[in-house]
């Protein structure tokens, strides 16, 4: 049998070597000492091999705009929502769509090779989602890129939002989205919450909400998301994102609370670098970490994804595409620091956010030829260093190599 492409002598997540085989688009083997002639060869020896790198929460339709029309001078997240207001009433389709491409470019040298990406559908022009469609089809020979009708005003509180939401679905948005905690009443976003479950029911699709992004441990609209979970059939198909709420409830409370988004089948996808810099604003000390508890709905057997959620936009001023740098900050916050935890961190920017999206994504036979070559030996060392993507390979082709820097230092 001849191959497309041999990655030789690489170490997988586990520890093991073996090379990866690649016919066409598709994994054939994963074993030691493939002998087999192939029409291209990577040298991996010694070096961690993974399936891609993913954000499964992102905001393309803002990103690399930091600084137009204004900086977030408060850096709290309602300033951001009000400075994103202004950016949108200015920029053009073809300036979303630039920021985008260029944003893409940066990601899949990173080995992000799946987004999930919220798409703000209150622009009355519509510019926002005709420029974010665009964006995934010029992008869908390399990346996947879901895309979520959000709308950032509320499904309630915006006039015409809830109209917005399903024109979007129309015209091919993916996944049903919402911000309950945004309504201006807790029973709006309750009501809000229903109204997304029961759209997403309707239309065979997934869910993915801003859910509990504030300080507030009274904002429990993830007891609402669960229910309605179950109640629409939805179980495996809907997540929440952020919870940062749940920081700050009282332990009897998410004692409850957890058992029911596990039950539900809830994904819990928190976003440490935005979450870390826009939650706490209001305190003085001791300031609250706000972020949602990782551990403990690892250990009720959630699914858990850590995402980016921004790049130099209104609501975070840095970011790189790195999404080692985001397990990085997400380990440190939640105390993570055994090393089977350390290990799972990799798996939330990996393994976790492609179950999310439902993507076929893996080091095994049958599988996408979708993976990224590191320059190091383990995921311990991938978030410690944030080494080098020395080859990232989408659907059997390299569509980014890096050759890494090396420091020679003179003698101490």
Known sequence: MSLDLIVKGGLLVDGTEADVAITGQTIVAVEPGITAPAAQVIDATGRLVTQPLIDCHFHMDATLSYGRPRVNASG???????????????????????????????????????IRSHVDVTDPNFRTVEALLEVRDRVKEVIDLQLVAFPQDGWFRAPGAEAAVIRSLDAGVDIVGGIPHFERTMQAGHDAVTAACRLAADRGLMVDLHCDETDDPLSRHVEVLAAETLRFGLQGRVAGSHLTSMHSMDNYYVSKLIPLIAEARVAAIANPLANIVLQGRHDSYPKRRGMTRVPELLAAGVTVAFAQDSTRDPWYPLGSGDMLEVAQMGLHVAHMTAPAAMRTCFDLVTRAPAEIMGLNFGLAPGCRASLVVLDCADPVDAIRLSPARLAVISNGRVVARTTPARTETSDI
């Open 76 to 114: 709290t997240l309602l300033e951001g929502i009000r400075l994103w207001g202004e950016l949108k009433a200015i920029q053009t389709r073809e300036e979303i769509v630039e920021r985008a491409l260029r944003y893409c470019r940066m990601a899949v040298g990173q080995g992000i090779l799946a």
